[in-house]
């Protein structure tokens, strides 16, 4: 297994959903949202479920996507037997804002790769 080292991050400009898909169409973002009672028993779709934007939980963007509606892809940490193998697709909101869960009030992505 190859690791790639990389000397800081940068935040991604908070509140700013453009800014945030720029981000993401270069590389995975770590983010933070609201991780609700509710998003533990998450079993597939797209969440649009009960959460608010206190973040109390990291997580790993790392992309998005467009069915019936526009959604976030997030890898979690809670293993590959929860959620879709590992991974929620959360309600992608359009606008600037804090985004649904919070997600677009704390993003980083890693600079300077070595």
């Not at 000397?7 to 169409?25: E, G, H, M, T």
Request: glycine share 12%; hydrophobic share 30%.
């Amino acid at each position: 297994m190859k690791f790639t080292s990389f000397s800081r991050c940068s935040k991604v400009p908070s509140q700013n959903y453009s800014k945030l898909l720029s981000a993401i169409v270069q590389q995975p973002v770590s983010v933070a949202i609201n991780q609700s009672p509710d998003m533990i028993s998450y079993g597939g779709g797209v969440y649009d479920g009960k959460c608010t934007s206190d973040i109390n939980h990291g997580m790993l963007l790392t992309g998005y996507g467009e069915d019936d509606q526009p959604y976030w892809i997030l890898r979690n940490s809670l293993g590959t037997t929860w959620g879709i193998s590992g991974y929620i697709h959360i309600k992608r909101l359009l606008t600037d804002g804090d985004g649904k869960c919070g997600i677009q009030l704390a993003a980083s992505v890693p600079q300077n790769l070595k």
